[in-house]
């Protein structure tokens, strides 16, 4: 869909009066661009013999960035994709009792359904943020502003992505999943902006 499409046409229609792609989409392309420019850094890295003593740690980073990539850039378009289920969802016919009833029930299955995505875009952005501890120590430094973007761009997807979760626990009647997942996102947010903070910091003092 939009991933093999234009930026200016997915940027047209973020902007436009439509349903999708909406917050989930985007905060899922900050994270593949957070992702790629992880990326870049550790492929200006590897392979050089300046950085040898490095090369193990910076390609496990290299490989988990390279995942996060491309799960964020799937994360676009299956937000997407799970909005339309939760649209039709709403739209099912409420006339009787059982009609109700089965609209209600369907309703909380594309809910979480719909959850899904924005969650492990939470996940993957808080776990990639994590490996930038050892990148913005370890990577070429001729790049070291480039690991700072990297995890203000990825702090952004989790941002984002965390505040889809949330709306959807909003409507979710499970109180157990509910509490499960909020306390999930509020641990792994609070522990990845503190390691993107003090990443960004670190690129701060190692540009002046």
Not at 32 to 45: I, R
Not at 87 to 105: L, N
Not at 119 to 130: G, K
């Amino acid at each position: 869909m939009y991933l093999k499409g234009s930026i200016e046409a997915y940027l047209d229609d973020a902007a436009a009066e439509k349903d999708a792609p909406g917050g989930g989409s985007v905060s899922a392309l900050c994270g593949a661009l957070g992702a790629s420019m992880a990326s870049m850094v550790a492929n200006f890295t590897v392979g050089r013999e300046k950085f040898a003593a490095v090369e193990k740690r910076v390609r496990e980073i290299l490989n988990k960035a390279e995942e996060a990539r491309r799960k964020m850039s799937r994360f676009m378009d299956e937000d997407v994709e799970e909005y339309k289920k939760v649209t039709a969802a709403y739209q099912m016919p409420k006339g009787t009792d059982a009609e109700k009833a089965a609209r209600k029930a369907a309703i909380q299955e594309a809910l979480k359904s719909a959850m899904r995505v924005p969650l492990e875009c939470v996940r993957t952005a808080h776990s990639l943020i994590l490996d930038l501890k050892d990148l913005v120590e370890m990577g070429n430094p001729n790049l070291i502003s480039d690991v700072g973007v990297s995890a203000i761009l990825l702090s952004a997807a989790l941002d984002g992505a965390k505040l889809n979760v949330e709306i959807n626990l909003k409507f979710l009647t499970d109180t157990k999943l509910v509490e499960n997942v909020r306390k999930e996102i509020e641990e792994k947010a609070f522990e990845a902006k503190s390691v993107a903070v003090e990443v960004v910091g670190k690129v701060r003092e190692k540009i002046k």
